[in-house]
């Protein structure tokens, strides 16, 4: 089950070359007339997803925001490799996409830490996995520890945390199994307003701290806006990229008392906001 | 339950055997009837001082860990399987709800008649008892999995093996715990039958022994040795398991 | 303790059938297909047998044919044997069953009802629940001798403890502040244990007696071998003793088919009918 080398080797014959050279430089996450059709419980056949094409840069952080229903999530799962689609490409890294694997990681918006596994163990859990030496992997984890402020809590299990701090160990353990690209699916949907704000600010620090490349997908415009170099806006189901908004105020810089004076940045989160809107009410 | 009110529990037991007491030395029963406590601790003494009580123990302890053993490592290991393959589950569940119904005692003659008298057709009783349930709740517990934590696992690169051994077996764990807890009491009930019916060893062939001599005191030594081996079990195996499992992961599937 | 619910909606998202739309040609009712469905993996175990028989051809008294098992049956029928048995089984567990829960349920409440009481009997009653019936036998054996009543005595021992300890227990666990609500409103003591303690416990006290009722009927399985006074246990034993072993197999499906007739016809309902309908099941 070694996902790295199965990638290689079915990667070597026809278009990978082409495609790889298609690939811009600078390009970590490239998307390709992406169609994704299944089958609902009641049988009927729904379009998630029609002629889905877009880029994300190397360090670049790309919210997705839209309607409920509009695909998001089906969208992180086909990157992630846990989904096949019905037709189009996802290459990441210059690899296309085929199963899931370790250059690609995933935060979920459900609770998707193991409850029999400590604080620690989960966090190291990716590591582990890729044969880490124990000393080294400890390391590693405890900065990723520090980082995401868990110290203390390293030897308790999930059920004795809050969901913020769950959330926060799931995007530790994502961090430290240092993927080349981290995709998010609406993480912070089922936390508390307080704390998800906290978290947010706390996900824009590491982003600028760890210059991750992070596909990030959300139904909360605010929250795409605050955290995204550019917004990509999609359309009602069958979700389709209706614009991409670039977020004037550089990450370094944004908290949310700075955004919330800045014009520029207030005037570009309602037109995102308008732009969402108006796929709702059509 | 408070921290000091566990000697509480010792009452029942000593009132039990004070009413005892009395009705032995009433008079109204005869000795063969009601043996006097005094008598059953003289028999109790008798018999271990012949060895005869340790090999019976040894005996009935021997086969319930080996039918409990062989049951639990492959029910739990075919549950997974059947478990992770949807169709194969489907078709097994049925049977397994089906067996687990005439299990136990109800193999009894036909074990006899496959392995005739003796620890195998024993064990095989025990085995057979225990068995069903764990496959059955292995499935069950599998399937409740969440799919979101395979796929977590699945991103960090995990394969079949580390999928199997750190999320669908601490994952079906809960359940796999409650099988087991479950087919225990089944099959420590068929133990004692078994050996009244088919061994001529253990505390079950113990009591039945007796009874054929109307030795009564006998008879409630080996009574009060099933129990007493029951609690040890129940407090040095199941709740050790408990503890350090599911219930420090929060995951207890019932109260 | 917040995850202690997380099993359940999982599974019952991933129990949902997938995809079962409309497939070629005609659709059988949903009932049938059901029961198509479940009777499947039987026949797969009755061609498996059927394989292994004829395959292998081992001697009738290790393992007969399916067939063989079949013929055997018409004779015990047609004598009235196996309906005699059959009822008789039943009615023992019917009495033994049911007197268990007419003085199980009674005395856990009262156990249930005071902490200290219920703190002080709950190491007596596991001690005794693990005894079983079955252990009791050889002493019951000499109290009243090879009779329909030392049935009946091993079958209510080992009923009565699972009832008594889980109805005890289920009173404990029924949250005060729900008496708390009723109390406030006026209640009085009476309506107290109807409205509030009864319906609370009643999850535990379903679950003891289908416990009690599974060891009661093994237990009946296993006294009716020893002693030897009809029923489905003494006929499994009979035919031992003759080698008889297509009879013995027979015995074993009509004690499955009886258990699945209790659990279907009498344990499921009483289940539905009150636990579920209040919202209350544990799994």
Redesign the interface.
């Known amino acids: ?4 080398g199965g990638c290689e080797l079915s990667a070597r014959p026809g278009p990978p070359a082409l495609a790889r050279e298609r690939t811009p430089t600078g390009v970590k996450i490239q998307i390709i007339a992406l169609r994704h059709e299944y ?1 609902a ?1 009641d ?1 009927r056949q729904l379009l998630a997803l029609d002629g889905v094409s877009f880029d994300v840069s190397e360090n670049e952080v790309v919210t997705v925001v839209g309607p409920s229903g509009c695909g998001k999530s089906t969208l992180i ?1 086909i990157i ?3 989904v096949r689609p019905s037709a189009g490409e996802v290459w990441v890294d210059g690899q296309p996409v085929r199963r ?3 250059d ?3 935060v ?1 918006q ?7 596994r400590t604080v620690r163990r989960n966090i190291g ?2 590591l582990e ?2 044969r880490v030496p124990r000393e080294e992997r400890e390391k590693i984890v405890d900065r990723y520890i520090e980082l995401v402020g868990l110290r203390g809590f390293e030897d308790r ?4 945390l809050s969901g913020g701090m769950k959330q926060r160990v ?1 995007v530790a ?1 994502t961090l430290a ?1 240092d993927p080349k690209v981290i995709l998010m699916d609406e993480p912070f949907a089922a936390v508390d307003a307080q704390t998800r704000i906290t978290l947010q600010q706390e996900l824009l620090r590491i982003s600028v701290l760890t210059m991750k490349t992070i596909l990030f997908v959300t139904h909360s415009v605010d929250e795409a806006v605050f955290l995204g170099d550019r917004v990509m806006v999609l359309t009602r189901r069958p979700g389709r990229v209706k614009e991409s908004v670039s977020v004037p105020l550089p990450r370094a810089q944004r908290s949310w008392d700075a955004v919330n004076r800045d014009p520029r940045f207030l005037a570009v989160r309602d037109h995102v906001l308008q732009s969402v809107r108006a796929e709702v009410a059509s | 339950m408070k921290r000091g009110d566990s000697w509480l529990g010792v009452l029942p037991f000593v009132a039990l055997v004070a009413a005892w007491w009395v009705a032995s030395h009433s008079g109204r029963f005869s000795a063969g009837a009601l043996p006097r406590p005094e008598s059953v601790l003289a028999a109790a003494r008798e018999l271990a001082s012949t060895g005869e009580l340790q090999a019976d123990v040894l005996a009935s302890l021997g086969r319930l860990v080996l039918g409990a053993g062989a049951s639990v490592l492959l029910g739990a290991g075919l549950g997974i399987l059947a478990g992770l393959n949807r169709f194969l589950g489907d078709l097994l569940l049925p049977l397994a709800s089906f067996f687990s119904a005439v299990s136990g005692i109800a193999w009894i003659p036909l074990a006899i008649m496959w392995f005739g008298l003796g620890t195998v057709a024993v064990t095989f009783v025990i085995w057979n008892s225990i068995f069903f349930l764990v496959f059955f709740n292995t499935v069950l517990g599998v399937r409740s999995v969440p799919r979101i934590m395979e796929q977590a696992v699945r991103t960090l690169g995990g394969g079949h093996r580390v999928l199997v051994l750190q999320v669908f077996l601490p994952g079906a764990l809960p359940y796999i715990v409650s099988g087991i807890r479950t087919g225990l009491g089944f099959g420590w009930r068929a133990l004692i039958a078994a050996e009244l019916i088919a061994a001529t060893s253990g505390l079950g062939f113990l009591i039945f022994d007796a009874s054929h001599y109307f030795r009564t005191d006998r008879i409630l030594v080996g009574i009060g040795g099933i129990g007493i081996l029951w609690t040890l079990m129940d407090g040095a195996i199941l709740g050790p398991l408990e503890r350090r499992t599911v219930k420090r992961w929060g995951t207890v599937a019932e109260p | 303790m917040s995850a202690r619910s997380q099993p359940g909606p999982a599974l019952l998202a991933r129990e949902r059938p997938a995809g079962v739309g409309p497939g070629p040609g005609p659709t059988l009712p949903a009932s049938l297909r059901a029961l198509v469905r479940s009777s499947l993996p039987f026949l797969l175990l009755l061609a498996v047998w059927w394989a292994a028989t004829t395959a292998l051809h081992p001697r009738a008294t290790v393992l007969p044919s399916p067939a063989a098992a079949a013929r055997a049956a018409g004779p015990l029928i047609a004598e009235g044997i196996l309906p005699d048995y059959a009822t008789a089984s039943l009615k023992r567990i019917a009495f033994g069953g049911g007197l268990a829960i007419a003085l199980g349920v009674p005395a856990g409440l009262l156990l249930g009802s005071n902490r200290l009481l219920s703190v002080a009997f709950t190491p007596f009653l596991k001690f005794f629940q693990s005894l079983s019936g079955i252990a009791w036998l050889p002493m019951v054996l000499v109290w009243f001798g090879f009779t329909e009543r030392t049935i009946q005595v091993v079958i209510l021992y080992t009923a009565l403890f699972p009832i008594v300890f889980n109805t005890m227990t289920g009173l404990r666990t029924v949250p005060p502040r729900l008496a708390d609500g009723l109390r406030a409103l006026g209640a009085g003591r009476w309506r107290l244990v109807t409205d509030v303690w009864l319906p609370g416990a009643l999850p535990s006290i379903i679950v003891g007696i289908r416990l009690g009722i599974a060891y009661g009927w093994r237990a009946l399985i296993a006294g009716e071998m020893v002693v030897g006074a009809g029923g489905i246990g003494f006929l499994l034993f009979q035919s031992r003793s003759f080698q008889q072993t297509a009879r013995i197999i027979d015995g074993m499906v009509v004690i499955g088919l009886l258990w699945i007739f209790l659990d279907a016809g009498f344990l499921r309902p009483l289940e539905r009918y009150t636990v579920e309908r209040w919202g209350l099941v544990q799994r």
């Open positions: 089950m070694d996902d790295g089958r419980d049988g799962h992630a490799g846990l899931p694997g370790r690609r990681g995933v979920f459900e609770l998707a830490i193991l409850p029999w859990h990716g996995i890729a299990y999930p059920h004795e799931a353990r199994a």
